[in-house]
């Protein structure tokens, strides 16, 4: 039965004496964007689409507005807070976009403490690097670093705002189904 759970379908489970059909029902996939970027832009839709339920999270009124994001939960706060009380669980997954360590450190702290099941942040391979010395000079040790994705997303060739999404969207899609995909060199 944990299987049917983990994998998140239907199946049917060999007990001792019969066998089951287990249906699974589970909680609503949720996405919490920090940054109201353009990238994000397109990944709202995006992940509303896929079935998520999406919050963006920016501290930037300018950036988290319902003329940007429209028919959207916007949090206009600082990320630490938010994403604390938005609770993300295994069902959750968290995507920082600012390029603004100030903004982008804080979500990730918070969802390193929760049991996300992906957490990613936009950035190059260096950035990555001081992200994760950052990170690390908060507590954090290389397993819990190893959560955080990035550079964020499958590696397509992506260059626009439309195309980023795509590769975060099946990256988070990778990972939630155990796809080979995810696994990272």
Do not use: K
Not at 57 to 63: E, I, N
Not at 71 to 97: F, G, K, M, Q, Y
Request: glycine share 6%.
């Amino acid at each position: 039965m944990r299987q049917a759970i983990d994998e998140d379908r239907c199946q049917i489970v060999e007990s001792s004496t019969r066998e089951l059909f287990v249906e699974v029902w589970s909680a609503a996939l949720r996405l919490i964007v920090v940054g109201g970027v353009h990238t994000a832009q397109s990944l709202v839709p995006l992940a509303n689409l896929l079935g998520y339920d999406v919050t963006l999270v920016d501290p930037r009124a300018a950036f988290a507005s319902a003329a940007r994001f429209p028919d959207t939960s916007l949090i206009i706060e600082w990320p630490d807070a938010a994403v604390a009380r938005l609770e993300p669980d295994r069902r959750t997954a968290v995507v920082t976009l600012t390029h603004n360590p100030r903004i982008d450190d804080l979500a990730l702290i918070a969802a390193l403490r929760a049991e996300t099941f992906y957490i990613g942040a936009l950035g190059s391979r260096r950035t990555h690097a001081q992200r994760r010395e950052r990170l690390g000079r908060e507590g954090f040790d290389a397993t819990a670093l190893n959560r955080v994705r990035g550079p964020i997303g499958l590696a397509i060739g992506a260059l626009t705002p439309g195309e980023i999404a795509v590769s975060i969207m099946a990256e988070i899609t990778a990972v939630l189904r155990r796809s080979p995909l995810a696994v990272r060199a």
